[in-house]
């Protein structure tokens, strides 16, 4: 069985990893520093690294409720749960399961929505000035509907394949950046704050950590490992590492008061970052060039679960024909925001719904599959005598 | 209306194109059957049917002897001039028939033409290789691939001799994959010659080797090879099933298999190697992969390959481990060039001029105040000359090759800077690009990056970097999306594995690399 099992999971608990990070990594760290100073100042850093810790919990409940039904993909997920058992007609289960399917499919499109708008903005101001945001947007989403055409282990290699690129610029910049570190920036530690106004910040930065969810929707997909928990928390480490750096050399050279008010406050950092050897003069296209990538991993991830999700519904159809129907209707929804500052605005709320329905949803299932008794409670893995051991091995291997 | 749209939608129906497959099929097998009758007991009848079948091609010869002296054992050679070696056919057919049997036939078997065929197969002839026949097809195919068949009056039995000897090339050093160390032999022209030098290096009596026809009317040889213990079974099965399923008339070359064999024929990327070495197929043998060699071709093919392998050459594991890598690292760097430096070029200079460092703008607008053209326009010029270039080059005879690749590089290039149709550093950018592709150790692959610069070219015009990331996004995608023989193209980059990182972007030293690399299966794991 463990075989089996094995070999209809294409995805690893590296890539799983993979898709997680990158799928986090992508508009969030171009504002982030400016919404953390204005919200936590000088307490920015613990601002990340508790949003850090809020989100790994949440990871645990969507890695736990994956991990208990390992064979069923999410809307048979919900079904099972909310329905009666297995081998029954389950119709009950699918009608409630239904709203949620189409509330979090209508989330994801705003998301993507938002992503990739975010991007067209940035791109439309900082570098191809003379370029219209629709065709940043459509060439974007163009390639995402690419993506889709294709199964779910390319989506896996390529996230694999991207989550160096993203992550080693980034990383570069944050430590360059050090060079006009100032020590009395980021001290006190604790400025006169109000415990409300830290949580607020905590808040905002948890809005940067959105897209872990996606892997609720890929869980019956990825190999289970003993690990497998930790390679997914692995997956919000590294985005929060590169968050922090990023913000601690934001307030480090700007001041949490001047850090508030600029509108693209990492790109400023970079601005003011000098390659050594001067190769290079200002760095802020060529990041932007890189961070493509992040933020084309976190649409056409967003993008690929909402054609997966709708897939699954109707049981039937080609995803590319449901990527085609979607993509107007993306392009459309991003495009809805007036200006900039309404953007941001959106961007508030879609903070707040993705955490209900990020944190919520499974929470909800996980809860009321606890009560009904439904799903193995201890894992797949943990099943009985010494056979246990093997198997897991069994299922790393391809 | 709606009649009309099903008939024009509608596909012609699955009967019709059965029964049309059907009839195709049974007049193949007609036409067979009437070369598949056995050889009657008369001789004359059997030598008029061949040169019927054959046409009374001029280069057939048809020799009437008798055996041993014995005026009624009257027998044939038939065999194809040019296709067989004449010492043989005269020294230990003839020579064996005609002379040395004279009185050696024993007496009961002067009268018996069946069991004397027998006889003369065991003891008359001096040729390796002798099979007995009942069926002309089979005489026919055997004198086509060089072979010597001898008709006896009276016999319906035939003997096929092996007398093949051509003309061919010797081994000599690879044309198109030379090394600063390492051996210098390379594959001919000849299977056999091919399937040896292999055997060679590798002295396993696991190798196996299944030998395929190819091809309705070339009927090209083709044989897999692969180590049984490494090579993982199914590839083997179902590389032989692909190469089964071919149907066309002529094979040519190995690119003809390779062309009809690989996962995805569209891709600007090769899936499968082609090589000249044969010490790099003996270590691809030894990684789990097999080999097809193809007859009338010096061009073996690799199966599965994958991405990295395409910038390995056998000289990194020649030298020592530093050398090895550094020389890999380079050759990495110079590949990413090929593909990229034009674009980048036109996105610096057109988009983000803000990035070069101000000195070098200043140099570099001097240098394109003169030119009319938008960078783009002057990449494009100055790219498709070069290709030009390279493409005449190939073509010329040899000793004008060089000259013309210095006329066309340096004369053209700095008239072109002079009359202010390209900027200096255009032609800068255009020799790397042209240099770099040619530090790929495999041509087709270098090709194929040649060829994707151009899409990146009009993304970087379009879009600048923005452009290229896209571009580059959508050739990710496509690598990601290739698993030639059911292996991700992009194995061991992704899926990551630690342990095949001994061998990919670096080599470590070779005594570190106890393990072989896992993407292709292998059934032995370990190298030590």
């Given at each position: 069985m463990g075989k089996q099992l094995a070999d209809k999971r294409p995805i690893s608990s590296r890539q799983a990893m993979s898709i997680v990070s990158s799928t986090i990594l992508g508009v969030g760290v171009l504002t982030l520093p400016r919404v953390v100073a204005s919200e936590a100042h000088e307490a920015g850093w613990i601002a990340i690294l508790c949003g850090a810790f809020a989100t790994s919990i949440v990871m645990i409940i969507v890695t736990k409720l994956g991990l208990?039904?390992?064979?069923?993909?999410?809307?048979?997920?919900?079904?099972?749960?909310?329905?009666?058992?297995?081998?029954?007609?389950?119709?009950?289960?699918?009608?409630?399961?239904?709203?949620?399917?189409?509330?979090?499919?209508?989330?994801?499109?705003?998301?993507?929505?938002?992503?990739?708008?975010?991007?067209?903005?940035?791109?439309?101001?900082?570098?191809?000035?003379?370029?219209?945001?629709?065709?940043?947007?459509?060439?974007?989403?163009?390639?995402?509907?690419?993506?889709?055409?294709?199964?779910?282990?390319?989506?896996?290699?390529?996230?694999?394949?991207?989550?160096?690129?993203?992550?080693?610029?980034?990383?570069?910049?944050?430590?360059?950046?050090?060079?006009?570190?100032?020590?009395?920036?980021?001290?006190?530690?604790?400025?006169?704050?109000?415990?409300?106004?830290?949580?607020?910040?905590?808040?905002?930065?948890?809005?940067?950590?959105?897209?872990?969810?996606?892997?609720?929707?890929?869980?019956?997909?990825?190999?289970?490992?003993?690990?497998?928990?930790?390679?997914?928390?692995?997956?919000?480490?590294?985005?929060?590492?590169?968050?922090?750096?990023?913000?601690?050399?934001?307030?480090?050279?700007?001041?949490?008061?001047?850090?508030?008010?600029?509108?693209?406050?990492?790109?400023?950092?970079?601005?003011?970052?000098?390659?050594?050897?001067?190769?290079?003069?200002?760095?802020?296209?060529?990041?932007?060039?890189?961070?493509?990538?992040?933020?084309?991993?976190?649409?056409?991830?967003?993008f690929y679960a909402i054609t997966l999700l709708t897939q699954q519904v109707f049981g039937r159809g080609k995803r590319i024909w449901y990527g085609l129907g979607f993509t107007p209707i993306i392009f459309w929804l991003s495009l809805q925001p007036q200006n900039i500052i309404a953007l941001f605005d959106f961007q508030q709320y879609i903070g707040y719904a993705g955490l209900t329905l990020g944190a919520l949803i499974p929470a909800f299932l996980l809860i009321m599959a606890f009560i009904r008794k439904k799903g193995s409670s201890t894992g797949p893995l943990a099943t009985k005598g010494p056979s246990a051991k093997e198997k897991s091995t069994a299922i790393q291997q391809e | 209306m709606v009649r009309l749209k099903r008939k024009i939608i509608k596909p012609q129906p699955i009967k019709e194109l059965k029964k049309r497959k059907f009839l195709e099929e049974y007049s193949k097998e007609s036409l067979e059957k009437v070369v598949d009758i056995p050889p009657e007991s008369n001789l004359d009848k059997n030598i008029s049917y061949v040169k019927d079948v054959m046409g009374n091609s001029s280069d057939l010869v048809v020799r009437n002897i008798i055996i041993g002296g014995h005026t009624n054992l009257k027998a044939a050679l038939i065999y194809l001039d040019g296709l067989t070696d004449n010492v043989a056919i005269d020294q230990y057919i003839m020579g064996a028939l005609m002379i040395q049997l004279n009185g050696k036939i024993p007496a009961d078997l002067t009268t018996k033409p069946e069991p004397l065929i027998d006889w003369i197969k065991d003891s008359g002839l001096i040729i390796n290789d002798v099979t007995p026949t009942e069926s002309l097809k089979e005489i026919i195919e055997a004198i086509l691939v060089g072979d010597c068949a001898i008709l006896l009056d009276g016999s319906n039995k035939a003997l096929l001799a092996n007398a093949k000897g051509w003309e061919k090339r010797s081994v000599d050093e690879p044309k198109t994959e030379s090394v600063v160390r390492g051996p210098r032999d390379g594959f001919v022209e000849t299977l056999r010659t091919n399937t040896a030098l292999i055997r060679r290096r590798l002295k396993d009596p696991n190798i196996r080797v299944i030998s395929l026809k190819t091809g309705t009317r070339t009927k090209t040889d083709v044989a897999i090879m692969y180590i049984e213990g490494i090579m993982d079974e199914k590839i083997v099965k179902e590389a032989v099933r692909r190469i089964k399923a071919i149907e066309i008339d002529g094979v040519l070359e190995s690119g003809y298999i390779e062309q009809y064999i690989e996962d995805n024929p569209l891709s600007p990327f090769p899936q499968i190697q082609n090589t000249e070495r044969p010490d790099k197929v003996a270590s691809h043998l030894l990684e789990g992969k097999l080999a097809i060699i193809v007859d009338g071709t010096p061009y073996v093919l690799i199966a599965p390959a994958i991405f990295s392998q395409f910038y390995h050459s056998p000289e990194d594991y020649y030298e020592r481990f530093l050398i090895g890598s550094m020389i890999r690292v380079i050759r990495i760097i110079s590949m990413s060039f090929a593909l990229l430096l034009p674009s980048v070029y036109i996105a610096f200079s057109s988009f983000h001029p803000e990035m070069i460092p101000s000195k070098l703008m200043i140099a570099m607008a001097a240098g394109r105040s003169t030119v009319p053209f938008p960078s783009i326009v002057e990449a494009f010029l100055m790219e498709i000359t070069i290709e030009i270039l390279r493409e005449a080059s190939v073509r010329l005879p040899g000793p004008i090759g060089p000259t013309i690749g210095i006329v066309g590089g340096l004369v053209v290039g700095q008239a072109a800077v002079e009359a202010g149709i390209v900027s200096p550093i255009m032609v800068i950018v255009v020799s790397l690009t042209t240099i770099g592709s040619f530090a790929s150790p495999s041509y087709n692959s270098a090709i194929s990056l040649r060829m994707l610069r151009f899409p990146i070219m009009v993304a970087a015009g379009l879009f600048g970097l923005y452009g290229i990331m896209l571009a580059l996004i959508l050739i990710f995608i496509h690598l990601c999306s290739l698993k030639p023989f059911g292996i991700p193209y992009l194995s061991s980059i992704t899926p990551f594995r630690l342990r095949d990182m001994q061998d990919t972007l670096i080599r470590l030293p070779i005594p570190w690399m106890k393990k072989r690399p896992t993407p292709f299966h292998t059934q032995d794991k370990t190298r030590m």
């Amino acid at each position: 069985m463990g075989k089996q099992l094995a070999d209809k999971r294409p995805i690893s608990s590296r890539q799983a990893m993979s898709i997680v990070s990158s799928t986090i990594l992508g508009v969030g760290v171009l504002t982030l520093p400016r919404v953390v100073a204005s919200e936590a100042h000088e307490a920015g850093w613990i601002a990340i690294l508790c949003g850090a810790f809020a989100t790994s919990i949440v990871m645990i409940i969507v890695t736990k409720l994956g991990l208990r039904f390992p064979h069923l993909n999410f809307i048979e997920t919900c079904s099972h749960v909310l329905g009666r058992d297995k081998g029954k007609s389950n119709k009950l289960g699918k009608l409630l399961s239904y709203p949620i399917i189409i509330i979090l499919i209508a989330y994801y499109l705003v998301v993507a929505a938002s992503i990739s708008r975010t991007f067209g903005e940035v791109v439309v101001t900082a570098v191809l000035k003379e370029t219209p945001l629709e065709v940043i947007i459509g060439t974007m989403l163009l390639t995402s509907l690419y993506l889709v055409k294709f199964d779910i282990d390319v989506l896996a290699r390529l996230n694999e394949l991207l989550l160096p690129l993203i992550v080693i610029p980034i990383l570069l910049i944050a430590l360059l950046s050090f060079q006009s570190f100032q020590l009395e920036f980021i001290l006190p530690v604790w400025p006169g704050l109000s415990l409300s106004g830290f949580l607020k910040g905590v808040l905002l930065t948890m809005f940067a950590y959105q897209g872990y969810e996606l892997i609720l929707i890929f869980s019956n997909r990825i190999q289970i490992i003993k690990k497998s928990l930790w390679f997914n928390i692995l997956g919000i480490i590294i985005p929060s590492v590169i968050y922090l750096l990023i913000v601690i050399a934001g307030i480090s050279v700007f001041g949490d008061e001047e850090l508030a008010i600029l509108m693209w406050p990492t790109l400023e950092i970079i601005k003011v970052t000098e390659v050594p050897g001067m190769i290079l003069e200002r760095l802020e296209s060529l990041f932007l060039g890189v961070w493509v990538a992040a933020v084309f991993t976190t649409t056409a991830n967003f993008f690929y679960a909402i054609t997966l999700l709708t897939q699954q519904v109707f049981g039937r159809g080609k995803r590319i024909w449901y990527g085609l129907g979607f993509t107007p209707i993306i392009f459309w929804l991003s495009l809805q925001p007036q200006n900039i500052i309404a953007l941001f605005d959106f961007q508030q709320y879609i903070g707040y719904a993705g955490l209900t329905l990020g944190a919520l949803i499974p929470a909800f299932l996980l809860i009321m599959a606890f009560i009904r008794k439904k799903g193995s409670s201890t894992g797949p893995l943990a099943t009985k005598g010494p056979s246990a051991k093997e198997k897991s091995t069994a299922i790393q291997q391809e | 209306m709606v009649r009309l749209k099903r008939k024009i939608i509608k596909p012609q129906p699955i009967k019709e194109l059965k029964k049309r497959k059907f009839l195709e099929e049974y007049s193949k097998e007609s036409l067979e059957k009437v070369v598949d009758i056995p050889p009657e007991s008369n001789l004359d009848k059997n030598i008029s049917y061949v040169k019927d079948v054959m046409g009374n091609s001029s280069d057939l010869v048809v020799r009437n002897i008798i055996i041993g002296g014995h005026t009624n054992l009257k027998a044939a050679l038939i065999y194809l001039d040019g296709l067989t070696d004449n010492v043989a056919i005269d020294q230990y057919i003839m020579g064996a028939l005609m002379i040395q049997l004279n009185g050696k036939i024993p007496a009961d078997l002067t009268t018996k033409p069946e069991p004397l065929i027998d006889w003369i197969k065991d003891s008359g002839l001096i040729i390796n290789d002798v099979t007995p026949t009942e069926s002309l097809k089979e005489i026919i195919e055997a004198i086509l691939v060089g072979d010597c068949a001898i008709l006896l009056d009276g016999s319906n039995k035939a003997l096929l001799a092996n007398a093949k000897g051509w003309e061919k090339r010797s081994v000599d050093e690879p044309k198109t994959e030379s090394v600063v160390r390492g051996p210098r032999d390379g594959f001919v022209e000849t299977l056999r010659t091919n399937t040896a030098l292999i055997r060679r290096r590798l002295k396993d009596p696991n190798i196996r080797v299944i030998s395929l026809k190819t091809g309705t009317r070339t009927k090209t040889d083709v044989a897999i090879m692969y180590i049984e213990g490494i090579m993982d079974e199914k590839i083997v099965k179902e590389a032989v099933r692909r190469i089964k399923a071919i149907e066309i008339d002529g094979v040519l070359e190995s690119g003809y298999i390779e062309q009809y064999i690989e996962d995805n024929p569209l891709s600007p990327f090769p899936q499968i190697q082609n090589t000249e070495r044969p010490d790099k197929v003996a270590s691809h043998l030894l990684e789990g992969k097999l080999a097809i060699i193809v007859d009338g071709t010096p061009y073996v093919l690799i199966a599965p390959a994958i991405f990295s392998q395409f910038y390995h050459s056998p000289e990194d594991y020649y030298e020592r481990f530093l050398i090895g890598s550094m020389i890999r690292v380079i050759r990495i760097i110079s590949m990413s060039f090929a593909l990229l430096l034009p674009s980048v070029y036109i996105a610096f200079s057109s988009f983000h001029p803000e990035m070069i460092p101000s000195k070098l703008m200043i140099a570099m607008a001097a240098g394109r105040s003169t030119v009319p053209f938008p960078s783009i326009v002057e990449a494009f010029l100055m790219e498709i000359t070069i290709e030009i270039l390279r493409e005449a080059s190939v073509r010329l005879p040899g000793p004008i090759g060089p000259t013309i690749g210095i006329v066309g590089g340096l004369v053209v290039g700095q008239a072109a800077v002079e009359a202010g149709i390209v900027s200096p550093i255009m032609v800068i950018v255009v020799s790397l690009t042209t240099i770099g592709s040619f530090a790929s150790p495999s041509y087709n692959s270098a090709i194929s990056l040649r060829m994707l610069r151009f899409p990146i070219m009009v993304a970087a015009g379009l879009f600048g970097l923005y452009g290229i990331m896209l571009a580059l996004i959508l050739i990710f995608i496509h690598l990601c999306s290739l698993k030639p023989f059911g292996i991700p193209y992009l194995s061991s980059i992704t899926p990551f594995r630690l342990r095949d990182m001994q061998d990919t972007l670096i080599r470590l030293p070779i005594p570190w690399m106890k393990k072989r690399p896992t993407p292709f299966h292998t059934q032995d794991k370990t190298r030590m």
